[in-house]
């Protein structure tokens, strides 16, 4: 099995493709059959079975190892995503290991360094939570 999974709509298209080359090839199948190929071409034994893994959650804007830039608790930072899960339509609940730690606190006399992160942004790359000031915790640059 694939460990990146295709949408709904990309395994739909492949079978589509493979259906138009299949029959412009001359072995021409029906849909039923090309979804069910493109099924044991992803590791899984039907169409319904890659149904279920896909399920109908949004497709994720980014995915683990990708490098992304922002600010936490006003600190400008740049990290990887180490993990990135749905949180509910449109949210994602991101852990990101910075390149270098930033300091969370803003009293001069105190710090806390944080190199990891974790947070729920929503489409515009942004937490709900907020400072008391009013911005974001977490700001992803889109």
Known sequence: MNAQLPSIMQAKGQAKRLRTK???NGNTIGHAKSLELISHQHGFSNWNALL???GNEPALPWKPNDRVSGSYLLQA???KIVSIAAHQPGWFKLQIHLDEAVD???YSQFSNFRTHI???VGPKGHSLERTSNGHAHLQIDI
């Open 22 to 24: 299949m029959t412009k």
């Open 104 to 106: 969370v606190v803003t």
């Open 118 to 120: 974790r947070g729920v």
């Open 52 to 54: 279920a893994a896909i």
């Open 77 to 79: 930072f740049t990290g």
